[in-house]
C-alpha cells in the first residue's frame, strides 16, 4: 500500500512539475536546437586527380555558410519554425487556457523542422552540385544530428506540459474510433494508385472532421498515431516510414483543430462564408504539412531529389487534400448543426 501511495504521489509530483516547467525547458531545449544550427551541418566532399592521384576534401558549413550558398529558404523556414514554437512554449506556460493548443503547435513545428533539415540537405546538394568545382557528394554532420535530437525532445517536453487528461472521454474514444473506422475503409477506395506508393482517396476527411471536432490533439493522436500506425502496418510498406509517411503524414490534420473554433463554434448553424474560408486556410495548410511529411520520406528512404519528390508527393498528397477539402466544405453545413446539436466536450 505504501508503495502504491509512493507511486501516485511520484506521479503527482511529475504531472505538476511538467505542467508548470515543461514549456519553459522545452523553449530552452529549442534555444538549444537553435545554437547547434550554427555549428557544422553539412560536409561536402570534392573529389579530383592529379595525374593519377586522387585528392579528397571536405569542407563544413554552418547556417551562415548555407544562407550564403542559396540554402536561404529552407534554412530561414527552419530557423522560423523553431523560434515559433518557441515562443508558444512561453505563452502557453504563463496563459493557461492556451496551454494545451499551444503545446501540439510547438510539437508540431518542431517536428516539421526535423523534417525540413531533411529537405534543406537535398537542397544543397542541389546547389553545391552546380556551384562547387569537383563536388562528389554532400553528408549530414553532427550539428544537423545534435539539432534534431534537441528538437526531438523539445517536443516530447512540450507535450508534457499540457494536462490531456480530460480529453479521452467515452463519448470522445467512441467517435474518433468509429472515424478512424471510416478513414481505414476510405483508404481501399482508390482513384488512382502511385507506382511506388501513395494513391489518390478520401481518407483524409474523417481524420479532418476529428480535428474540428476535438481540436488538434485527437487530430494528432487520431490521425498520426492511432491511425498513422494502423495504415502502415496494413499498407506494408515498413516501419521505418512510420514517422514521415503516417505520423507527420497523417497527423498534419491536427492543424485543423487549431481553426475549430472559427468553423464550428457555438453560433455555426449552417453554412456561412467565415467557416468555409477557414476550412479552405486550414485544409491546406494541413496539406502542406503532410506534402513536407511525403516529401522527406521520399528524399531519405528513395533518395529522390527535391523536385522529383516534391512532383511525385504533390500528384497525391495534393489532390487526395484538395478533394477533402471540397467535400468538406460541401458537407460544412449539416457538419455544423451537427455539433451544435451534439457538441464535443
Not at 529552407?74 to 515559433?84: C, E, P, Q, R, S
Not at 492511432?226 to 506494408?236: E, P
Request: proline share 2%.
Amino acid at each position: 500500500m505504501e508503495n502504491s501511495q509512493e507511486k501516485v504521489s511520484f506521479s503527482e509530483k511529475a504531472k505538476a512539475f511538467f505542467g508548470k516547467w515543461g514549456g519553459l525547458i522545452a523553449c530552452a531545449l529549442a534555444i538549444i536546437a537553435i545554437a547547434f544550427l550554427f555549428a557544422p551541418n553539412v560536409v561536402v566532399e570534392t573529389k579530383y586527380y592529379i595525374g593519377e592521384e586522387k585528392v579528397k576534401e571536405y569542407f563544413a558549413y554552418t547556417i551562415i555558410d548555407l544562407v550564403k550558398g542559396g540554402q536561404a529558404w529552407a534554412y530561414f523556414g527552419i530557423l522560423g519554425m523553431v523560434v515559433i514554437g518557441a515562443i508558444s512554449n512561453v505563452i502557453g506556460s504563463f496563459v493557461e487556457k492556451a496551454k494545451k493548443n499551444l503545446a501540439v503547435a510547438s510539437t508540431l513545428l518542431y517536428v516539421l523542422a526535423i523534417m525540413m533539415i531533411f529537405i534543406g540537405r537535398e537542397v544543397s546538394m542541389n546547389v553545391f552540385y552546380s556551384t562547387i568545382e569537383h563536388f562528389n557528394d554532400l553528408s549530414v554532420e553532427w550539428g544537423s544530428a545534435a539539432f534534431i535530437v534537441s528538437s526531438a525532445l523539445a517536443a516530447f517536453m512540450s507535450l508534457s506540459s499540457a494536462d490531456f487528461s480530460g480529453s479521452a472521454t467515452t463519448q470522445a474514444i467512441a467517435e474518433d474510433g468509429v472515424l478512424i473506422a471510416a478513414a481505414f475503409v476510405l483508404n481501399f477506395v482508390k482513384l488512382f494508385a502511385m507506382p511506388t506508393g501513395g494513391s489518390v482517396n478520401f481518407q483524409m476527411l474523417p481524420l479532418m472532421i476529428i480535428a474540428l471536432r476535438r481540436g488538434p490533439l485527437h487530430g494528432l493522436v487520431s490521425g498520426g498515431l492511432v491511425y498513422g500506425l494502423l495504415t502502415c502496418i496494413t499498407d506494408g510498406y515498413g516501419l521505418y516510414t512510420f514517422p514521415f509517411d503516417y505520423l507527420v503524414g497523417f497527423g498534419s490534420v491536427a492543424v485543423m483543430g487549431f481553426f475549430s473554433g472559427l468553423i464550428l463554434n457555438k453560433d455555426a448553424n449552417g453554412y456561412n462564408l467565415k467557416g468555409e474560408l477557414f476550412i479552405l486556410v486550414g485544409g491546406v495548410l494541413a496539406t502542406l504539412v503532410r506534402l513536407v511529411g511525403g516529401m522527406a520520406s521520399s528524399m531519405v528512404f528513395y533518395e529522390t531529389g527535391f523536385f522529383d519528390s516534391f512532383i511525385y508527393n504533390i500528384g497525391y498528397v495534393g489532390i487526395s487534400g484538395l478533394l477533402a477539402i471540397a467535400v468538406l466544405m460541401a458537407l460544412y453545413g449539416p457538419l455544423a448543426r451537427t455539433n451544435k446539436t451534439f457538441p464535443a466536450k
